[in-house]
Protein backbone atom coordinates (compact mmCIF):
# COMPACT_ATOMS: atom_id res chain seq x y z
CA UNK A 1 0.00 0.00 0.00
CA UNK A 2 1.00 3.85 -0.37
CA UNK A 3 0.12 6.34 1.72
CA UNK A 4 0.24 9.42 0.55
CA UNK A 5 0.10 13.01 3.10
CA UNK A 6 -0.60 16.22 1.68
CA UNK A 7 0.09 19.32 4.52
CA UNK A 8 0.54 23.14 3.93
CA UNK A 9 -2.76 24.16 3.65
CA UNK A 10 -4.60 26.81 5.13
CA UNK A 11 -6.55 30.10 5.60
CA UNK A 12 -4.66 33.00 3.19
CA UNK A 13 -5.77 36.31 1.73
CA UNK A 14 -5.74 36.81 -1.93
CA UNK A 15 -2.81 37.38 -3.70
CA UNK A 16 -0.74 35.16 -1.17
CA UNK A 17 1.21 32.05 -1.80
CA UNK A 18 1.16 28.99 -0.13
CA UNK A 19 3.39 25.52 -0.70
CA UNK A 20 1.22 22.32 -0.27
CA UNK A 21 3.35 19.20 0.41
CA UNK A 22 2.84 15.34 -0.55
CA UNK A 23 4.85 13.09 1.38
CA UNK A 24 4.10 9.51 0.51
CA UNK A 25 4.84 6.04 2.06
CA UNK A 26 4.36 2.48 1.89
CA UNK A 27 5.48 -0.32 0.23
CA UNK A 28 5.39 0.86 -3.53
CA UNK A 29 6.56 4.39 -3.10
CA UNK A 30 5.93 7.01 -5.32
CA UNK A 31 9.48 7.12 -7.03
CA UNK A 32 8.49 5.81 -10.14
CA UNK A 33 4.99 7.24 -10.65
CA UNK A 34 3.43 10.14 -11.97
CA UNK A 35 1.78 12.18 -9.60
CA UNK A 36 -0.93 14.66 -9.93
CA UNK A 37 -2.55 17.15 -7.56
CA UNK A 38 -6.53 17.52 -8.00
CA UNK A 39 -9.03 19.91 -5.87
CA UNK A 40 -12.28 20.35 -4.96
CA UNK A 41 -14.55 23.18 -3.96
CA UNK A 42 -17.92 22.98 -1.85
CA UNK A 43 -20.90 21.79 -4.24
CA UNK A 44 -18.39 20.74 -7.16
CA UNK A 45 -17.06 18.00 -8.87
CA UNK A 46 -12.98 17.43 -8.27
CA UNK A 47 -10.93 18.73 -10.99
CA UNK A 48 -7.40 18.67 -12.08
CA UNK A 49 -4.95 20.86 -11.30
CA UNK A 50 -1.59 19.79 -11.83
CA UNK A 51 0.82 16.70 -12.80
CA UNK A 52 4.06 15.75 -13.07
CA UNK A 53 6.36 12.91 -14.87
CA UNK A 54 8.04 10.71 -12.88
CA UNK A 55 11.36 11.82 -13.38
CA UNK A 56 9.60 15.24 -12.86
CA UNK A 57 11.42 16.55 -16.29
CA UNK A 58 7.36 17.27 -17.57
CA UNK A 59 4.62 19.06 -15.87
CA UNK A 60 1.34 19.69 -17.08
CA UNK A 61 -1.42 22.53 -15.75
CA UNK A 62 -5.24 23.48 -15.85
CA UNK A 63 -5.96 26.64 -17.74
CA UNK A 64 -7.11 28.04 -14.54
CA UNK A 65 -3.63 27.38 -12.41
CA UNK A 66 -1.34 27.94 -15.39
CA UNK A 67 1.25 30.82 -14.37
CA UNK A 68 0.43 31.06 -11.01
CA UNK A 69 0.59 27.16 -9.46
CA UNK A 70 4.19 25.06 -9.95
CA UNK A 71 4.62 21.51 -9.36
CA UNK A 72 8.10 19.88 -8.91
CA UNK A 73 8.85 16.92 -6.33
CA UNK A 74 12.11 15.42 -4.80
CA UNK A 75 12.96 12.10 -5.19
CA UNK A 76 14.85 11.21 -2.68
CA UNK A 77 12.31 12.41 -0.14
CA UNK A 78 8.96 11.06 -1.84
CA UNK A 79 7.54 14.04 -1.66
CA UNK A 80 5.66 16.37 -4.26
CA UNK A 81 4.68 19.98 -4.03
CA UNK A 82 2.60 22.50 -5.33
CA UNK A 83 3.65 26.62 -4.99
CA UNK A 84 0.67 28.22 -5.46
CA UNK A 85 1.31 31.97 -5.76
CA UNK A 86 -1.48 34.82 -6.72
CA UNK A 87 -4.60 33.20 -5.10
CA UNK A 88 -7.57 33.89 -5.68
CA UNK A 89 -11.03 33.25 -4.10
CA UNK A 90 -11.69 30.74 -6.41
CA UNK A 91 -9.36 28.64 -5.65
CA UNK A 92 -10.60 27.55 -2.56
CA UNK A 93 -10.97 23.92 -2.06
CA UNK A 94 -9.88 20.89 -0.67
CA UNK A 95 -6.58 19.87 -2.81
CA UNK A 96 -6.00 15.86 -2.85
CA UNK A 97 -2.57 14.48 -4.67
CA UNK A 98 -2.62 11.28 -6.03
CA UNK A 99 -0.66 8.74 -7.40
CA UNK A 100 -1.00 7.36 -10.65
CA UNK A 101 -1.89 3.73 -11.35
CA UNK A 102 0.79 3.28 -14.70
CA UNK A 103 4.50 3.62 -13.86
CA UNK A 104 4.85 5.31 -17.15
CA UNK A 105 6.66 8.49 -18.50
CA UNK A 106 3.16 10.02 -19.38
CA UNK A 107 1.52 12.89 -17.43
CA UNK A 108 -2.23 11.93 -16.12
CA UNK A 109 -5.20 14.55 -15.98
CA UNK A 110 -8.21 12.08 -15.45
CA UNK A 111 -8.96 11.04 -11.68
CA UNK A 112 -9.68 7.26 -13.61
CA UNK A 113 -5.62 6.92 -14.23
CA UNK A 114 -4.96 7.55 -10.37
CA UNK A 115 -5.63 4.95 -7.68
CA UNK A 116 -3.71 6.59 -4.51
CA UNK A 117 -5.41 9.65 -2.91
CA UNK A 118 -4.17 11.25 0.35
CA UNK A 119 -6.53 12.88 2.70
CA UNK A 120 -6.78 15.95 1.53
CA UNK A 121 -5.89 19.75 2.86
CA UNK A 122 -8.11 22.80 3.05
CA UNK A 123 -7.01 25.96 1.20
CA UNK A 124 -8.98 29.27 1.63
CA UNK A 125 -8.48 32.21 0.10
CA UNK A 126 -10.03 35.30 1.77
CA UNK A 127 -11.07 38.41 -0.67
Known amino acids: QVQLVESGGGLVQAGDSLRLSCAAS?????????MGWFRQAPGKEREFVAA????????YYADSVKGRFTISRDIPKNTVYLQMNSLKPEDTAVYYC???????????????????WGQGTQVTVSS
Open 98 to 116: ARARDRGSGIYTRMSQYNY
Open 52 to 59: ISLSGGNT
Open 26 to 34: GRRTFTTYP
